[in-house]
């Protein structure tokens, strides 16, 4: 959509001078922060004193404006000369100003039309828009002004309180559309599991696939049922079953006992987990049902083949 100032520019080319006012002032209330603004509505008035306020409004803008600073320019030596003729327009002398036509005969026309004559009412009412834009500019920078200004103490709380509800509604996300987030060093590595386990049972969790892990009661005597896991922190499920993680010991072959992490799912799964990379080795999940009544244990067994 064609803006308020092009179609006056439009209708000020074309000689329809007081149609290219109406939308000047339009202008003048749409971007009273635009220079050319100023410059188009001095430049089709023949009033001195008008014309220079609106240059001089127009360079309180832009102070680079050159059409504005050449405007200013004529009329100062303009106002010391008294022998200039009546009606000769800023326009005329400073191109870069307005690009009208410069022929004799566009310009009779234009001056014929009237186009250069700003009424007491236009005058006015321009005016009145100027004032009120800039009481509302001062009372803006009033405002400002008044803003209490946060202490660097108060920043750094607010960054921290910020980067908090950040990570709460990742983690939440996370939880709802089942995506996983690269947030080891907030949640410890915790392990993700995609999906439920095909049945009940205990699982070695790797590449996405379950592994079997065979119950024994008492100490296995073969390696049936005792997946091998090729990654230094394997994932070891259980799901669905009534052992008991914390009546658990996680045992290495050597009789070293090994500290875990035990970790919720989304259902009823376990996720755990040792707390250190694992040597390459066969590992065990001891546990006792009831160790007052000297029971035998059960074991859930398998080994860890790392790379070198």
């Known amino acids: 959509m064609t803006s308020s100032l092009q179609q006056g520019i ?69 106002l010391n000369d008294a022998a200039d003729v009546q009606h000769d327009h800023l326009s005329e002398h400073t191109q870069p100003i307005s690009p009208f036509p410069n022929s004799e005969k566009t310009l009779k026309t234009a001056m014929n039309n009237g186009w250069s004559r700003l009424g007491e009412d236009d005058w006015r009412e321009i005016m009145t828009k100027t004032q009120r834009e800039a009481t509302s500019e001062v009372i803006l920078n009033d405002q400002d002004k008044n803003k209490p200004k946060l202490s660097l103490l108060e920043l750094v709380l607010l960054g921290v309180v910020v980067f908090v509800f950040f990570v709460i509604g990742l983690l939440a996300s996370s939880a709802v559309f089942d995506f996983n987030l690269p947030l080891g060093f907030i949640m410890g590595n915790r392990p993700r599991l995609r999906t439920d386990p095909p049945y009940p049972g205990v699982f070695l969790y790797e590449n996405s696939y379950f592994f079997d892990i065979q119950k024994h009661e008492g100490l296995p005597s073969t390696e049936v049922g005792m997946p091998t896991s090729l990654v230094e922190d394997p994932v070891i499920i259980f799901w669905e079953t009534d052992a008991n993680p914390d009546q658990m010991k996680l045992i290495y072959q050597t009789g070293e006992y090994i500290n875990f992490r035990v970790y919720g799912g989304k259902t009823d799964a376990v996720l755990i987990k040792a707390e250190s990379v694992l040597q390459s080795g066969l590992y065990c999940f001891q546990y006792l049902p009831n160790p007052q009544a000297h029971e035998e244990a059960y074991f859930w067994c398998f080994s860890v083949q790392a790379s070198d």
């Open 10 to 78: 439009n209708a000020a080319k074309a000689g329809r001078m007081q149609e290219a006012l109406s939308f000047l002032k339009d202008a003048i209330i749409e971007e009273p922060q635009n220079a050319d603004v100023w410059v188009w509505i001095a430049a089709i008035i023949d009033d001195l004193d008008k014309q220079k306020i609106f240059l001089e409004r127009a360079l309180g803008i832009d102070p680079n404006n050159i059409p504005a600073q050449r405007g200013l320019v004529y009329l100062e030596k303009r």
